[in-house]
């Protein structure tokens, strides 16, 4: 699920691939900008601004796309058979001299003007892995509504733009409240540790090709198999001899990489309770009821 850290990864692979490079073929698959034509034009630039990526191209435009759920931009070489989906599902193709970008699946693809970006990424809040990160105006944004459950503000971009529901179910579950806690019932000082740990989670996922949260693998003691036959004392009439000691069952390392998200009726890895699943604002959410405090649906 695209979400800021793989969004970044996204924008590095297309600027890797296009920035300072002459479109040669562009092709946008949408009915409102099917007869733009970008060849010819050099790419400036791909960044991206949250969960939204920009591609700046000489001439100031932009191409403005946003991944949503399942939409991905993948890079082949010009010989390289593609293999992100079918035909239909192509929106958009930017190829140079060396390289082809195709997007599919965009929901949202559009052609503006570079100097007016701010009507499509200016009312996100600050951006968790942007050079300008400031985790002053997140808190303000967040605490303006104390009554707002947790996870809906957290997925709110306007708040801090680049968590997804993944990094929702995660960041609480380490809170130890569920995401129903309203923002105002946090215990104090929870919220700026908080919104601290999403930039050293987001951070720490930017490079790496299979998001990780679970920062060391968690130990866990399997419970012992059921209808187990207990350990019968000897007969009188055998020599007497020290009972037999239950072998210690050794814990087991289970390697996981998120605690919760995808993990319903799972064990948790800390308390071993099953995981348990609820739909919040139409997203799957996940949370442990042992580890976890709050309200709950």
């Known amino acids: 699920m695209p979400e800021g850290d793989t969004v970044l990864q996204t924008a590095t692979r297309l600027h890797e691939a296009l920035a300072g490079q002459v479109l040669t073929r562009s092709d946008l698959r949408v009915p409102r900008f099917a007869t733009a034509d970008l060849s010819g034009r050099t790419v400036l630039d791909v960044t991206a601004r949250g969960k939204h990526l920009l591609t700046r191209i000489e001439g100031g435009l932009t191409l403005h796309s946003h991944l949503r759920m399942d939409g991905a931009w993948r890079v082949y070489a010009p010989d390289e058979r593609w293999r992100g989906g079918p035909g ?6 930017l190829a140079n001299a ?30 968790l892995l942007g050079p300008d990160w ?14 707002r459950s947790l996870g809906e503000a957290l997925l709110d971009q306007r708040n801090l733009a680049g968590i997804g529901n993944v990094y929702k179910c995660e960041l609480c579950f380490l809170a130890r ?31 790496r090709p299979t998001r990780t949260t679970t920062i060391t693998s968690e130990l866990r003691t399997p419970p012992s198999p059921p209808n187990a036959t ?8 055998t020599p007497a001899r020290a009972p037999a000691r239950p072998r210690a069952r050794p814990p087991v390392r289970v390697q996981e990489r998120l605690y919760v998200y995808g993990r319903a009726r799972r064990p948790c890895l800390r308390c ?5 699943l609820a739909d919040q604002d139409d997203r799957p959410t996940y949370w442990c009821s042992g580890c976890q405090s709050g309200p709950t649906p």
Do not use: C, F, K, M
């Not at 239909?88 to 193709?93: D, K, L």
């Not at 207990?230 to 009439?237: E, H, I, K, Y």
């Open 88 to 93: 239909h599902q192509i929106r958009a193709i």
């Open 98 to 127: 060396e390289h082809i970008a195709v997007g599919y699946r965009l929901p949202v693809l559009e052609l503006l003007r570079t100097s007016e970006e701010d009507r499509v990424v200016g009312h996100l809040g600050p951006d």
């Open 134 to 147: 400031d985790p002053g105006p997140a808190l303000d944004r967040l605490l303006a509504a104390p009554e």
């Open 177 to 207: 409240v569920t995401p129903w806690l309203p923002v105002g019932a946090l215990p104090d000082g929870a919220l700026p540790r908080l919104v601290t740990l999403a930039e050293r989670l987001l951070n720490a996922n930017r490079d």
């Open 230 to 237: 207990p350990v019968q004392s000897a007969p009188a009439t």
């Open 272 to 276: 071993g309770t099953p995981i348990r």
